[in-house]
């Protein structure tokens, strides 16, 4: 069989295990759930925004900044959202099926373990993707049609924001041939938890001015792409926002990002193919 | 033609455990060989390292010529694991399509049909993994491994779950495979399942092979039972040979023979005694 037909029959295989767990309805409920919230806030907010008047002397657009934390809100839910999705879609894909004597059948036919693995990826990742994109685009045109605001770019912090989910995916698939299902959840949870706080803490440090805080949030977003590419995403939807309306963003917990652009971009592609490269060279020589 | 599966000093340690200490073996085409052993004893750490599961420490394993674990060997084998599971929403044409699609099999719904049958799950066809007996789900594990047409074929208890129907079918699915060519290796804790089938036993024993041979060559001599109008007698020490002369003496002394038995020791005496009696 050639690998490229054994990966389609293998992301299949994932795909229909995907959707028949428990787990993708309640991922399901509750996304439709959290869209009827926004929009209820949405409605709320904008139609009492004529009602907010700011100091005179104090020149910020309302509706900029309205629109840009709530879509910020919602950025941040629908990146957690993807990265339960992405985790418990790939917690037990080795170390977890191996335990269940699910994955010594498909292992022993001649696929081969690293397009098993790349293709357990795609499948995951192809759901995490599109899961992701539906409910960014859903918040937008919420926003957009509740509030008449729209981010200064549409298509880049969704493409962003799949991205970071891709990352915890392959992060998730490469705990899984070391870990144990259990341990491995825990671990991706506590890397996302993690890579949210320096995300704030970098927030705190460049409001304060504080080198070395700027400095380990810098180290962290690198360590843990997911993290820089979300924050950039957020960066992109006021790009253009300027004055007082742009430094209140900034101070977050919304706000921008200080890793940015084409570097963290490359930087999370590079990541992403190691990240698969070591998970592929460890499930080669793992005893199953 | 390179044999089925050749082990030469084959070598398995996990840190300081010796799985493995050097083993050889040969499943030869069309041979069903038969793996025993206490718990303990390596027979799963050898059919994993044939099926590419585990690598060996040292030595080598090849099946059909190809090193165990490359994608020719992978191709020439079918394998069902002691402990094995099949997604439960598959039903079991399902499930046999997908491994037709992974091992590349051209088979198309005939073979899934034939397979089927094979193992007598023909009017479960369409019935889902999870809504199986385990007897069933196993004999579907065994219809799963012999997809593709698989020159050898690795069985780790392929039985345990089954009732003595199952076991029956499994045993004659056996002997009709051996008829096609298929070799097999099982690894089995059913000694008497094993003398039924088997054309060699090897018997693991703290990672070493102690004994192995036919069946027939294993057994021992017990003496030879005579029943006559006196009552059944047992002459220990006869041979076979020794038959045809102890039924004339009887004869000559006047006594009437009714039947004559060759005694063997049993498969099970035979591994108590290469074990030395060592359980789980």
Redo the contacts between chains.
Sequence with gaps: ?RPI??VW??AG?GF??AV?RKMFAVVLILTLLFLLLYWLANHFVFSQLSGITPPADVNVDTRTFAGAFLTGLAMFATLFLGVVLAVFLTLGVVGGDAE???L?????????RTTLLLARFLGAAGVVVAYVLLVYFATVVITGLTGHWWPDRVAWPGIELAGAAVEVVALSLLGSVVLASTANGIAVFMLFGAGLVAGLLGTIGHALNSHSVKTASTIASYALPFEGLYQDALRMITENASGLTGFLLQLGPFGGAYVHGWGIRVWSAGYLVVVLAVAAAIFN?K?? | MPDALAVRNLQKRYGAVHALRGVDLTVGEGELVGLLGPNGAGKSTLVKIAAGLVRATSGEARVAGARAGSRPARAALGYLAELFRFPGWYTADELLLLHQRLAGSTGGAAERARLLELVALTDARNRRVDAMSKGMAQRLGIAQALVGEPKLLLLDEPTSALDPVGRRTVRLLLEELRGRGVSVLLNSHLLSEIELVCDRVVILLGGDVVTAGAPHELARPRGVELETDAGVQTIAGATREDAPRLVAEAVAAGRRVYGVRVLTSTLEEVYLEAVGGETD
């Design positions: 069989m037909s054994a029959v293998i295989y229909r295990e028949r269940r004597g699910l010594q059948p498909l292992v022993v036919r001649p696929v081969g020589r005893s199953l």
